[in-house]
């Protein structure tokens, strides 16, 4: 699609209507490419399509005594990558949140689904966590009660790390602090006894049973982010310990779940605990991100991206120097992604408890549902290493671990090798790379994809460069003091983030993500902290779903 001339907006709007004026321009510009027929609206169910609906009718359809059906796999991959390239060149959407999403949605739709039908086997290998009753007469029935403040399991006590575990709650007696932490461990760890009389949890892999089954379990493993409550489960979350063989009704060694990971991964013990972090998580992050949309739009870098320059900034920015300008950039965009990702899955695990469980019962599972990031001491400990794979949230390591995870298993490389660990680095970081690239190119302004790329092609340049670096100073100094090594680890993970997220935060600011409207009821320009004239109600048409009737039935749909 033709992207707008922004520069003449830019040169007529003051900087109080500039983001109005630019998104309007931006949703005039995909209205009109949907009606000269060069762009699509982004469609209910047909967007799901590749990603998620023909990927899960293929792995409900058993094959381990059909391995000619297994071979269909390719078959099934080639409609996956049509529907998602096609998305790829034509969904957008007048929310610029969603065309963004357009991108990332069909492109990760293609790296899941190579996981699943390429580089592994679900229905020989993966296996879920069930709760079922201890009663031999009802052991598969599945308890979907969760009426109760139930507890996943006793809690260990330790970390991931070997630490003794502190507990969140907090005495309403007057008595020493210590000693109520200690009141309370002792009765989450008899509300855990309590419920291990109840239940049990054993192994489910690929079920025998009916289509609708097999079904319910393809759909849990794709949508399961992390794979969590999976044998598959990634490595930084806090998860039992994965027998190598697995039959069905083998019992779930929970005692085994540490309540924090090594890489810093929280769980929670019981339901009040979970329910009443994730409901202040949302509540806490609806304000954040409402401060967010109100004073990132006081910049013109947000609203424009960098590639239309010919603005005047406003005066509380003027005076900063250009390199204290980037940080201050930086962090706002740090914050809005942070805040956006975390609110995201605060909201989903909250869906995914209280109603997904009705259909999953795995989901009733507690220790599934841990902290959505890791611990800061990863990034002191590890440096660049530790951001990415610890902090970060983990939800695609999974599956751009898979295609080297592949090769080890097959043979075709070896661990441990000089060439394994920047392989599988770059394999991690290209794919991340060509994921954030692909929204960037269904977004409606005109943008660089490259940026994306760029951007973590020199993360993994900066991982394997600390490793190097690590390597030669251990050679002179084999035990360096603990603070000294930390502190080089920030000071480096810090710089090369500070020197290389220009690319990414471009390219996020000239997608035009930035001008969306995160909340629609606005606490902050209610209290006249926006500009003169901004209301307080956010959403227009444009942020809504929509039924959109095209000219045949494939073609009509919720247009996003």
Known sequence: MEPPNIDDIVAKMPIQGLSYGVRTAYGDTFRLAVANGTAKPLLLPWCLLGPFIVPALWLAVPHKRRMWFYHTRWLAMAFIVWSNVYHLRYASSTNMACAYAAGLAATWGTVLSLNLLIWTRPQFDAARVLKIKKDPNLIGEVDDSLGQDSVDAEATGHDGQGRKAKTNGKGNGKGNELRTRKKLSKSLKSQAKQQE?????????????????????????????????????????????????????????????????????????????????????????????????????????????????????????????????????????????????????????????????????????????????????????????????????????????????????????????????????LASFLQSGILHASGSLTSVPKTKPWRAPAFFFLQATGFVLQQCVAWVFRAYIPRPPRVVSRTVNLFFALTWLYFTAPLFIDDLSSTGLWLVEPVPISLFRFLGFGHEGDHWWRWDWDHLPKLYVGETWWQTGIAL
């Open 197 to 425: 009389e109840e239940f049990e949890y054993i192994w489910e892999p690929y079920p025998d049973g009916g289509f609708l089954e097999r079904l319910a379990w393809s759909t849990d493993l794709i949508l399961s982010f992390r794979c969590a409550g999976w044998n598959w489960s990634v490595a930084s979350l806090p998860r039992p310990t994965i027998p190598s063989q697995i039959s069905h009704g083998d019992k779930v060694d929970m005692d085994s779940i540490p309540t924090v990971s090594r890489s810093g991964y929280k769980r929670h013990l019981t339901q009040a605990e979970f329910v009443r972090d994730r409901l202040v998580k949302v509540v806490v992050l609806y304000f954040v991100l409402d401060l967010l949309s109100v004073y990132m739009v006081k910049d013109p870098y947000f609203i424009l991206g960098p590639d239309h320059q010919n603005y005047v900034l406003p005066t509380h920015l003027q005076r900063i120097p250009p390199w204290l300008l980037r940080a201050y950039r930086e962090i706002f965009c740090l914050a809005g992604v942070y805040a956006a990702i975390e609110a995201v899955f605060a909201v989903s695990d909250l869906a995914q408890y209280w109603m997904a469980n009705r259909f999953y019962p795995s989901r009733a599972v507690l220790f599934q549902f841990a902290s959505t990031f890791g611990s800061f001491g990863q990034v002191l400990d590890r440096g660049l290493a530790g951001w990415w794979g610890s902090l970060w949230h983990q939800t695609f390591r999974m599956q751009f671990a898979a295609p080297v995870t592949y090769l080890f298993r097959e043979g075709h490389l070896k661990r441990g090798t000089r060439l394994a660990s920047p392989l599988a680095i």
